[in-house]
């Protein structure tokens, strides 16, 4: 079955860094695009990044552009983030997600989540 195992979260300082890992079974990973969505306190689900299944091409939420890097390795079935110069508006628990063609349904799988935390 399809497995998504999200690690790295934890607290920051602002101005500090994390890399987020998600780990891919059940599936061939190097076929789908995958993507990062983050959830804040009391808050919804928000878009972070997508990254096509070569890992190629990527995409960004605006406000994050910069700061953040999504990527890949097809050969070890890893999705990545790389978050540099985090914010206290970052703090959020992150998934990551398998994406799906349907535009009604982008994802079809999550991760269980990591909480990231930026606080002094």
């Known amino acids: 079955q399809v497995q998504l195992v999200e690690s790295g979260g934890g607290l920051v300082q602002p101005g500090g860094s994390l890399r987020l890992s998600c780990a891919a079974s059940?599936?061939?990973?190097?076929?789908?695009?995958m993507s990062w969505v983050r959830q804040a306190p009391g808050k919804g689900l928000e878009w972070v990044s997508d990254?096509?299944?070569?890992?190629?091409?990527?995409d960004y939420a605006d406000s994050l552009k910069g700061r953040f890097t999504i990527s890949r390795d097809n050969a070890k079935n890893t999705l990545y983030l790389q978050m540099n110069s985090l914010k206290p508006e970052d703090t959020a628990v992150y998934y990551c997600?398998?994406?799906?063609?349907?535009?009604?349904?982008?994802?079809?799988?999550w991760g269980q989540g990591t909480q990231v935390t930026v606080s002094s």
């Open positions: 990254i096509n299944s070569g890992g190629g091409n990527t």
């Open positions: 059940g599936f061939t990973f190097s076929m789908y695009y």
């Open positions: 997600a398998k994406k799906t063609s349907d535009f009604f349904s982008p994802y079809d799988y």
